[in-house]
């Protein structure tokens, strides 16, 4: 199986030359880890996936964790989360932003940097995809460090940063909150949603390394 790639406008690369269903051999897997090493972001189109071929997929980048929000796993495979838009659960992350009603709208973030252990990364398969373009975007944290002056970097190493799991957008820090209002059914705290109620996760530190599988 020969791989080849092609840059992504900004940030990763798209991987030609590759099927799910085909053998993962030592050498092919050595050389996907290297390429998601490299370019941090691999784009696969028009794979047949089915919920046990990404997992077994995924367990080619790192061993997987079960997500910590139990609420959001798959029943019949737990190994995976799935994101599902048009439930019942849509009211809960409805919200107005200027006038606008938006579902599921989430700020730049890091998967699960509010455990004190992020994962190690994710691999993603969208079961439907937006008839028109998604909001959905991927930053590089490596390239935006590099691109800055020695002395914010001399700055930013001083700094602890303490990550809160909060289920409010208006107590959340360096958002824009200007023409936000919660939706009549924004959740107050994570229990209102059956999730954990996690500490406070302080950063720097180190953590194990875990990969997940996610669905949506």
Known sequence: MALTTSPLANVGVEVSGFDINEPFSPELQEELKSLWCEHGILLFRDQDITPDSQIGFSRIFGTLALHPLKATRSEKHPELFELINNSDKDKYVTASYKGETIVGRLDWHIDL????????????????????????????????????????????????????????????????????????????????????????????????????????
């Open 113 to 216: 940097h509010y455990t004190g252990c992020p994962n190690h990364g994710a691999v993603l398969t969208a079961v439907e995809v937006a008839k028109e373009d998604g909001l959905t975007g991927f930053g590089d944290l490596a390239k935006a460090y590099d691109a800055l002056d020695e002395d914010t970097k001399a700055l930013l190493a001083k700094l602890e940063v303490a990550y809160s799991f909060s289920m409010q957008r208006r107590h959340m820090r360096f958002v824009d909150l200007e023409g936000y209002e919660p939706g009549p059914f924004s959740p107050r705290k994570p229990s209102d949603m059956k999730f954990p109620d996690f500490p406070d996760a302080v950063y720097p530190r180190c953590s194990p390394i875990q990969s997940v599988a996610a669905r949506s």
